[in-house]
């Protein structure tokens, strides 16, 4: 895939979720959430596709957490202390790209996520945080507001050091017309910007700040080789 066509699929995706916001308020209605039976999956499918988030010799060991009705449970205990879930479209950025906030009405984002044992304590419940607020049927203003008032109170834990994650499936589905992209690391990097590594364009297969920059959320995103890219069943 070649990155004009990249840019092409992120344009799209940024005119189709904007176009969808725009539509519900013209017709007098803000975006809401479906049932939510529709972000569930069956308990060993998301087993099998959260195990897909990283290399085998990280995920086999690692913990599984399920998306339930109340949140996230362990649904495999691990020995690695790595956590591996997939994510919903709940775990949209809080801030910026203020036009992928409205992913987490979108009952179709599959997102499997490995986060090693630094990241598991310190950017996980970020994650797990968001999803809860979100099936409690939140907004994407209000989620933003919670997090950073949750993050203040130290209710969150504070995050002080870079930290890490993968995101190897060959079976994600990130957001509309985007799919599985590339298989990347995720970087946590608090108070990040994108001149920080290097200002690279968003949606290019170089590293890029791509969720809210400049906070303690910063994410990261470092592309790696397609060929990397896991699949259910094995490598």
């Known amino acids: ?40 999956m069956e308990r060993d499918a998301e ?5 897909s988030a990283a290399p085998a010799n990280v995920s086999e060991h690692a913990t599984i957490k399920l998306l339930t009705k109340s949140g996230y449970e362990v649904g495999q205990q691990g020995t690695n202390g790595a956590v591996c879930m997939v994510l ?25 996520i490995c986060f090693t044992k630094p990241a598991a304590a310190t950017a996980m419940p970020y994650y797990e945080l968001r999803a809860k607020l979100a ?3 939140k907004t994407p203003d209000e989620i933003g507001k919670a997090v950073l008032a949750a993050y203040a109170k130290g209710e969150l834990p504070k995050r002080q050091e ?19 992209w590339h298989p990347h690391v995720m970087m946590f990097a608090p108070n990040y910007d994108n001149s ?40």
């Open 1 to 40: 895939m070649t990155q004009r066509t990249v840019h092409a699929m992120l344009a799209f995706v940024l005119l189709t979720t904007l176009a969808y916001t725009q539509a519900a308020y013209a017709q007098g209605t803000a975006p809401h959430y479906p049932p939510l039976s529709e972000y569930l």
């Open 47 to 51: 087993i099998a596709l959260a195990k």
């Open 88 to 112: 919903r479209g709940f775990s949209a950025p809080s801030f910026t790209p203020a036009m992928f906030r409205d992913l987490v009405y979108d009952p179709t984002v599959r997102s499997p």
């Open 135 to 137: 099936i409690a049927g």
């Open 162 to 180: 870079v930290t890490f994650a993968y995101m190897w499936s060959a079976h994600q589905h990130l957001a509309p017309s985007i799919g599985a």
């Open 196 to 235: 920080m590594v290097g200002g690279n364009e968003f949606g290019s297969p170089l590293p890029q700040v791509t969720d809210d920059a400049g906070t303690p959320f910063a994410v990261v995103v470092i592309p790696v080789d397609d060929k990397l890219a896991v699949k259910m069943g094995g490598s």
